[in-house]
């Protein structure tokens, strides 16, 4: 498939069907208003119970929000078709979700009345969450199929955890009077190149330059990495990137875990792309992104955002998603 370019989102336009789809939209309400619209569209024009929609997002209040709006949405639109049912104009109305949903024969419209107003009443079964929620989810179905601990608990944050390793291994060297270009860049440099190292998967960590001082660098990092690893296993806690990583060697080593997933989801929308890494796109992708098993992708971001690597999301895993995506 050639690559395209993410197309701008517009609530009246066509459906995205089989296969991976990257819709832009804007900061601000773009992506919760483009979310919103495509979850009710699928709902009355598609008949996917809200059950069999999975939303995706990266921070709990992003979540409340998108849980709020998509309600509203639907009670919206389900308020407006029976409307129409009931004899209102249908040129009544300057929304162009409204004014699509609106389009149709009497027993279209009476058909998608009846799907809005079940997907209202169901709400609560709907699937919205962080990328770290549904992992948990993912996980703790795993079972046999990990060789993690399932009962690990995933920690808020793993952030201090770096600090703290670091702290302790550049002090160690300094009680022990050993020589390493680290000590002489100081604490922050090292926590910078240990937290970005914490993200990587099937990848290791070299010194090009072959130099005494940047082989010292990379043992202290690779150290720091381990320390890490086995504090969390100490005290019974799993990292957040721990969890995505492990949910993603599951998924990979038995493909039948991503078959009972596209069992429970018939589509899967996540939010802000461009802030995904390439661990969490290996995971929607490998579960969602292959066309031929009916399952629907889609991803929306802002292209223009990509660039600053916020929340850990970088540039080529955008690029990666734009080469596999369709129009």
Not at 56 to 70: C, G
Not at 87 to 115: K, N, Y
Not at 291 to 312: C, E, M, N
Request: charged content about 25%; some cysteine; overall charge negative.
């Amino acid at each position: 498939m050639t690559p395209a370019d993410p197309r701008m989102f517009a609530a009246d336009g066509a459906l995205p069907s089989a296969g991976t789809t990257l819709i832009q939209a804007s900061a601000g309400t773009g992506k919760t208003y483009a979310l919103a619209s495509l979850t009710v569209r699928y709902v009355a024009e598609r008949d996917i119970p809200i059950s069999k929609i999975l939303l995706v997002t990266f921070t709990r209040a992003a979540t409340a929000e998108l849980k709020d709006r998509i309600r509203k949405r639907l009670i919206e639109a389900a308020n407006h078709v029976g409307e129409l049912l009931a004899g209102a104009e249908a040129d009544s109305v300057d929304d162009p979700l409204l004014e699509v949903i609106g389009r149709g024969t009497s027993a279209e419209l009476d058909e998608r009345h009846d799907r809005l107003r079940r997907a209202i009443r169901d709400f609560d079964t709907a699937a919205i969450s962080t990328i770290h929620g549904f992992c948990s989810q993912v996980r703790s179905s795993m079972g046999v199929l990990s060789t993690d601990d399932i009962d690990a608990v995933p920690a808020e944050s793993e952030g201090e955890l770096i600090r703290e390793v670091c702290s302790d291994l550049l002090f160690r060297q300094l009680d022990q009077n050993v020589e390493g270009s680290h000590v002489g860049r100081g604490l922050p440099k090292l926590i910078e190149v240990v937290r970005k190292a914490r993200t990587l998967c099937d990848c290791s960590i070299q010194a090009e330059s072959g130099k005494a001082e940047d082989l010292a660098d990379v043992e202290l990092v690779k150290a720091a990495v381990g320390e890490i690893d086995d504090r969390l296993a100490r005290t019974g806690g799993l990292s957040y990137n721990s969890l995505l990583s492990s949910v993603r060697r599951a998924l990979l080593a038995d493909p039948e875990l991503a078959t009972q997933l596209r069992s429970l989801y018939h589509i899967a929308l996540i939010d802000e792309f461009q802030d995904t890494d390439s661990v969490q796109w290996d995971i929607f992708r490998t579960v969602f992104g292959d066309g031929g098993h009916g399952s629907t992708l889609i991803l929306v971001g802002d292209p223009k955002q990509a660039i600053y690597s916020f929340r850990g999301g970088d540039v080529y895993t955008y690029l990666e998603a734009m080469e596999q995506a369709q129009v």
